[in-house]
């Protein structure tokens, strides 16, 4: 069993930078993926990064060249850094763990945290 916790989600006007962090827990046999999905009411959960115990790395085109998924030594931290953030990039945003596949298919990742909310005003 894997316990992820995110934090540091907040508001900021758009162009700002917010960068968001997992803690991650547990027993994490068969776990090589951690990644950020984003929710808004009425729309499905989008998968926005994804980093591999290698270090590859694959992003949604939405957010290339705006936001960096890294992670610390240990593995221990996911974190997520926002920069030119944009009012459509406003949403509860989930920290995931899977298996040994780079993907932003929701199906691939077993582990959840609860979430955090990024709101970005005009």
């Known amino acids: 069993q894997v316990q992820l916790v995110e934090s540091g989600g907040g508001s900021v006007q758009a162009g700002g930078s917010l960068r968001l962090s997992c803690a991650v827990s547990?027993?994490?046999?068969?776990?090589?993926?951690l990644s950020w999905f984003r929710q808004t009411p009425g729309r499905e959960r989008e998968g926005v990064a994804t980093?591999?115990?290698?270090?590859?790395?694959i992003y949604a085109d939405s957010v290339k060249g705006r936001f960096t998924i890294s992670q610390d030594n240990a593995q221990n931290t996911l974190y997520l850094q926002m920069n030119s953030l944009k009012p459509e990039d406003t949403g509860t945003y989930y920290c995931?763990?899977?298996?040994?596949?780079?993907?932003?298919?929701?199906?691939?990742?077993?582990?959840w945290g609860q979430g955090t909310q990024v709101t970005v005003s005009h």
């Open positions: 995931a763990a899977g298996g040994w596949r780079l993907s932003l298919d929701r199906d691939f990742f077993r582990y």
């Open positions: 547990g027993n994490r046999y068969n776990v090589y993926t």
């Open positions: 980093i591999h115990t290698h270090g590859n790395t």
